[in-house]
């Protein structure tokens, strides 16, 4: 064999090795597009959740503060009927007694409402548990995606990772349209389809 | 007597918030966490649970799966079950009524309108 032969051998070999190299930075490539793309679209979905939260979680707290003032304001206006009622019974002057005595039962009657409006409101607990539970779950994925890119750069086997972060997946239950808005609209439409389905 | 409702959910504070709602009305009220624990309450419970409302996304069996199985008991085939949650699509509706709900309410609701529903219903 000429020494040029063996030079070309050599060379195509090393061509090959080369060509190999770099089919398989191109598969690595391939392989981190996927997972890179993913976590682009999560994480603005988990930062839109947790915006929600805050938005919510002030709007509830409103709503309850508001209705602890509108108690808190009564409570004054009612130590001051029954004060008067006080002096009416001790003069042993009744006009009015009756007036005032339907205006606490009123009274206590709003308050009474107010306790319920109170704990409706505190059902954002449950709706602002499950928007961070979504919120959650996201950055997990993010988290797996950033693992498996790690993985591919050191050329380890990926499923590990899957199947462990799944697992961790498991344990969040939640509904990741959970909103606090008014659901008047939608009430009544799911109120519609049963009544359809009773009346059949 | 007071009748005894069944309320399954995964949050404790939609737990305690129906409860309070209820036993207020004089209700009585047994209480699970998933459809696995209703099912192992409504088994071994003496008295009859005459309404159950349950949430629907919850671990180890969800809503839909609790329904399904009472609706397959001879005992509660006539139950009426109301189903609570924050899952308001269609599809979640129209899968809530196929499995033999009987009635569907979105959180967040008024307690004033769970209360008519349980009335109606136990009528």
């Known amino acids: 064999m000429k020494i040029d032969d063996i030079m070309y ?55 309850m503060l508001d209705t602890v003032e509108g108690i808190t304001q009564r409570e004054e206006q009612v130590k001051q009927r029954l004060n008067t009622l006080k002096e009416k019974i001790t003069s042993g002057n009744l006009d009015g007694a009756e007036e005032l005595i339907d205006s606490l039962i009123k009274t206590a009657e709003q308050t009474y409402e107010d306790v319920y409006t109170i704990m409706d409101t505190l059902q954002f ?76 | 007597m007071a009748r005894t409702i069944l309320v399954v959910d995964d949050s404790p504070t939609v737990v305690k918030f129906v409860s309070f709602s209820l036993k207020n009305k004089g209700y009585q009220v047994v209480t699970a966490s998933d459809g696995m624990e209703a099912i192992e309450k409504i088994s071994s419970m003496k008295e009859d649970i005459e309404l159950v409302i349950t949430d629907l996304n919850m671990p180890n069996l969800d809503g839909y799966s609790l329904i399904s199985t ?54």
């Open chain 1, 9 to 63: 051998s050599k060379m195509q070999s090393e061509i090959a090795a080369l060509a190999s190299s770099i089919n398989e930075i191109v598969g690595k490539f391939k392989k981190l597009q996927h997972p890179l793309t993913e976590s682009r679209e999560k994480v603005p979905k988990a930062t839109e959740q947790l915006d929600k939260i805050s938005e919510q979680t002030a709007q509830a707290t409103h709503q």
């Open chain 1, 125 to 200: 607990q449950d709706i602002t548990s499950q928007q961070i539970n979504h919120a959650a779950s996201l950055l997990e994925e993010v988290e797996l995606r950033l693992h498996k890119i790690i993985s591919v750069y050191n050329g380890q086997d990926s499923s590990m990772t899957e199947e462990c972060t799944d697992s961790e997946k498991a344990k969040r239950v939640y509904d990741p349209h959970a909103d606090f808005s008014d659901k008047k609209a939608t009430q009544a439409d799911i109120d519609n389809l049963f009544a359809r389905k009773a009346e059949s």
């Open chain 2, 70 to 123: 009472l609706r397959q008991s001879e005992n509660h085939r006539q139950t009426p079950i109301i189903i609570l949650t924050s899952e308001e699509g269609t599809d979640d509706r129209q899968r809530g009524m196929e499995v033999g709900a009987s009635s569907y309410l979105v959180k967040p609701f008024k307690s004033s309108v769970l209360l008519e529903e349980v009335s109606k219903l136990l009528q």
